[in-house]
T-cell receptor
Framework: KNQVEQSPQSLIILEGKNCTLQ??????????LRWYKQDTGRGPVSLTI?????NTKSNGRYTATLDADTKQSSLHITASQLSDSASYIC????????????FGRGTSLIVHP | DVKVTQSSRYLVKRTGEKVFLECVQD?????MFWYRQDPGLGLRLIYF???????EKGDIPEGYSVSREKKERFSLILESASTNQTSMYLC?????????????FGDGTRLSIL
């Protein structure tokens, strides 16, 4: 069964600090991996997508990495801001034309002033 | 920008009632999805539709049905609401056939069944 595991479940950091969120998956064969950000009371919004051939991709202060061999991804947030407080969800899609990706349970990040 | 609109942000209903949750998207997407989101469980797929009048069961379809009469609208129906259906419900849409395209989500309906 396809699975996506995220760690930690929750994280509290001080404003200005860096942090890294982890995502491990068993989805195979692999097509892509996407990170979503979900603010409280809002729907998830795509931050970045990683395909098989990509190792690193940045979107402002967010940097995602992918190791397709070990089936691991990370999301690194640099110089955190209060607005980074949110849930971060890792989603993995397999090949074969499936409409349905596999969702992780998310990491809840709280940034304190 | 894609806009997915869910008709209610908050809804309170009683057990046994028939409940309708509505979702409308404005980008002519063929694929639409209904999820529920519970603390510690993440998003779980209830039903999806890959085109008008088409529907497929997701992981947790029991107690739910859907309707897709027009491309832009996808409705989730709780046939006889129960307290264990209290949850956040999220609707999403997506362009089919383009594997790197994201799902676009609405802001959710927080449903309480009393």
């Amino acid at each position: 069964k396809n699975q996506v595991e995220q760690s930690p479940q929750s994280l509290i950091i001080l404003e200005g600090k860096n942090c890294t969120l982890q995502c491990n998956y068993t989805v195979s064969p692999f097509s892509n991996l996407r990170w979503y950000k979900q603010d409280t009371g809002r729907g998830p919004v795509s931050l970045t997508i990683m395909t098989f051939s990509e190792n690193t991709k940045s979107n402002g202060r967010y940097t995602a990495t992918l190791d397709a061999d070990t089936k691991q991804s990370s999301l690194h947030i640099t110089a955190s801001q209060l607005s980074d407080s949110a849930s971060y969800i890792c989603v993995v899609r397999g090949t074969g034309g499936s409409y349905i990706p596999t969702f992780g349970r998310g990491t809840s990040l709280i940034v304190h002033p | 920008d894609v806009k997915v609109t869910q008709s209610s942000r908050y809804l309170v209903k009683r057990t046994g009632e028939k409940v309708f949750l509505e979702c409308v998207q404005d980008m002519d997407h063929e694929n639409m999805f209904w999820y529920r989101q519970d603390p510690g469980l993440g998003l779980r797929l209830i039903y999806f539709s890959y085109d008008v009048k088409m529907k497929e069961k997701g992981d947790i379809p029991e107690g739910y049905s859907v309707s897709r009469e027009k491309k832009e609208r996808f409705s989730l129906i709780l046939e006889s609401a129960s307290t264990n259906q209290t949850s956040m419900y999220l609707c999403a849409s997506r362009i089919p056939g383009q594997k790197n395209q994201p799902q676009h989500f609405g802001d959710g309906t927080r449903l309480s069944i009393l």
